[in-house]
């Protein structure tokens, strides 16, 4: 029997705000623990907590991202659960009113655009973080409760993936897009971007769903993909051997490539929602509502047809420099110096990427700002420098942080054009390898790349090729 996956994803968002959602401290990664606390984040008797208007800012913006309807009014709710890293037992966010809801988001999968369904974005608070402590007998746990109180917006996807290569393509379109808002670093290995799937599976054409399993403890895009692929066939074998599959949230285990159990999962009735007394509902008019759409940055999919249309880029080239907020600016702000687009676009899909890798830098940490790339592309269009050439000032400029011109007049790397010294490197070169000679002219025009290959070689790759190429056919 042929199956299919039916996937949802919930994606924890965390919010780029100075202080937390309902008090005063401090949002900032990698403090001492719990130097980032306060009696209302820490949940004491007799705090009141007040909402921090930046938060319902970013989660109006992130819900018009996501072609979402606005609520005019929205509620905190408590939800109630126990763990050591909930303080107050209970975790104030949005059960039935949600800031936004019926959105939807498009990917591109093999060349197929889809179109996936938001079911709400709702603004909630973190939990606190768990330490466990190795130790001969058994070892302990302890509690850094710095990030509780840390604004998130959930994101909730309608079951409406497929397979693994949808749900990855839509983690790193939505991850796009909040970047584009900056209204967070989704920094994963810092858990500012945080994902749960839930998946289930059911003969291929059937129309009801089958159980739904959550899966937690995916860190990175490669990670979810796994998961999901190791989830969907070990459902797939319990039913083909006549099992059923037991409704659970099981955690990813990314050095065995396995899920595990961590628990029966229950019913969202079991968290006993309620009002919250203490917080104030949201409302939201629809001047700020329109306030903050005009205020809503150039969103990827705009952006990449810009490029395609202003410059005439390939939809590949579009989508790769779109990819990425930063890497857009960075074209931009290059072909503004330096307007043939296709050439810089070449050149950061190209080299300048792979030295962004090589360096683990992001695009707007890179050492050659956007004008000294545009000053090294007019080198090279100039005939100053070679392509070759003009690659090896690239590495330099990233390894030294200095300009393209300075680079290439430090190491006398401008470009050989002067046709009478060409000409007598080119006839040495001749006369050191006769045989091949016979060869072009015994028509076997491939000789001609060897010989253009050992004047570049003397010239340490400074030649002018295609005055090389010249010289070289007229000698011959």
């Not at 393509?169 to 897009?177: S, V």
């Amino acid at each position: 029997m042929e199956y299919e996956a039916i996937i949802g994803l919930e994606v924890h968002v965390e919010l780029k705000t100075k202080s937390k959602i309902f008090c005063s401290c401090s949002t900032s990664f990698g403090a001492e623990p719990n130097t980032q606390v306060c009696p209302i984040c820490l949940g004491l008797p007799g705090t009141l907590p007040v909402t921090n208007r930046q938060v319902v800012e970013f989660g109006i913006k992130t819900a018009l991202a996501l072609n979402c309807q606005v609520a005019s009014y929205c509620k905190f709710d408590p939800k109630h659960y126990y763990y050591p890293d909930v303080p107050k037992n209970f975790q104030w966010s949005q059960f039935d009113m949600p800031i936004g809801s019926n959105g939807h988001l498009k990917i591109n999968v093999d060349g197929e655009e889809l179109v996936i369904g938001i079911a709400r974005v709702h603004m909630e608070e973190d939990a606190g973080k768990l330490i466990h402590i190795d130790g001969p007998d058994g070892g302990y746990s302890l509690v850094d409760y710095n990030r509780t109180g840390v604004p998130l917006l959930e994101i909730v996807s309608e079951p409406d993936l497929r397979s693994p290569a949808q749900a990855r393509a839509y983690m790193e379109k939505l991850r796009t897009i909040l970047h584009y808002l900056d209204v967070s670093d989704c920094k994963m290995e810092e858990g500012s971007l945080r994902c749960d799937a839930n998946v289930s599976v059911r003969p291929r054409g059937s129309s009801t769903y089958g159980t739904k399993i959550e899966v937690k403890n995916m860190n990175s895009f490669r990670s979810l993909q796994r998961a999901l692929e190791y989830e969907i066939e070990r459902q797939v074998n319990l039913l083909e051997n006549g099992e059923q599959v037991q409704p659970a949230t099981v955690a990813w285990d990314e050095s065995r490539g396995v899920t595990t159990v961590m628990r029966v999962k229950g019913e969202s009735s079991g968290y006993r929602c309620f009002p919250e007394p203490n917080l104030v509902p949201i409302e939201i008019d629809s001047a700020w509502i329109e306030r903050v759409r005009q205020e809503l940055p150039e969103l990827p999919d705009a952006r990449r047809q810009r490029l395609i249309d202003d410059y005439g880029l390939p939809l590949y080239d579009a989508e790769v420099i779109t990819s990425s907020k930063e890497l857009a600016d960075y074209f931009d702000r290059t072909v503004a110096l330096y307007p043939d687009a296709k050439t810089v676009s070449n050149w950061l899909m190209g080299d300048f990427s792979r030295l962004l890798n090589a360096h683990n830098l992001e695009p707007g940490q890179a050492p050659v700002p956007p004008q000294e790339l545009a000053a090294l592309l007019q080198l090279q269009q100039e005939g100053t420098i070679s392509g070759k050439i003009a690659k090896q000032v690239l590495e330099e400029m990233f390894a030294s942080g200095k300009g393209a011109r300075q680079v290439v007049e430090e190491q006398g790397l401008i470009q050989i054009s002067d046709a009478a010294a060409l000409g007598q490197i080119v006839a040495e070169v001749l006369a050191a390898n006769p045989k091949v000679v016979e060869d072009y002219r015994n028509g076997k025009t491939k000789a001609l790349g060897f010989l253009v290959g050992q004047v570049m070689k003397a010239t340490k790759g400074k030649a002018n090729p295609g005055l090389v190429n010249k010289l070289l056919k007229e000698q011959l």
